[in-house]
């Protein structure tokens, strides 16, 4: 089992830029590919960005290509999410997910944490 837990978000102005986070609770943390989504009320659950176990691999949706930016720290447990130039569109509740290595699905999420962006 891992638990993950998001924390950054909140208000922002078009704009502007946030940094979201999520801590993983295990110390195999670095055995899981790590991913963001988000979910706009009344729309699915969408990919935002993943990045590889050892964070040499990054993906983006094209949505966010150039605006955002994955990162993790396996030392500290926690992946990241640098949100620049944020859009109205952007507003969602953001999840974090790990995924096994070697396999396709993500297995774990964490409650999401809700971002807001004022235009």
């Known amino acids: 089992q891992v638990q993950l837990v998001e924390s950054g978000g909140g208000l922002v102005q078009a704009g502007g830029s946030l940094r979201l986070s999520c801590a993983a609770s295990?110390?195999?943390?670095?055995?899981?590919?790590m991913g963001w989504f988000r979910q706009a009320p009344g729309k699915e659950r969408d990919f935002v960005a993943t990045?590889?176990?050892?964070?040499?691999?990054?993906s983006y949706a094209d949505s966010v290509k150039g605006r955002f930016t994955i990162s993790r720290d396996n030392a500290k447990n926690t992946v990241y999410l640098q949100m620049n130039s944020l859009k109205p569109e952007d507003t969602a509740v953001y999840y974090c997910?790990?995924?096994?290595?070697?396999?396709?699905?993500?297995?774990?999420w964490g409650q999401g944490t809700q971002v807001t962006v004022s235009s």
């Open positions: 997910a790990a995924r096994p290595i070697h396999t396709m699905r993500y297995d774990y």
């Open positions: 295990r110390r195999t943390f670095s055995s899981y590919a």
């Open positions: 990045i590889s176990w050892n964070g040499d691999s990054t």
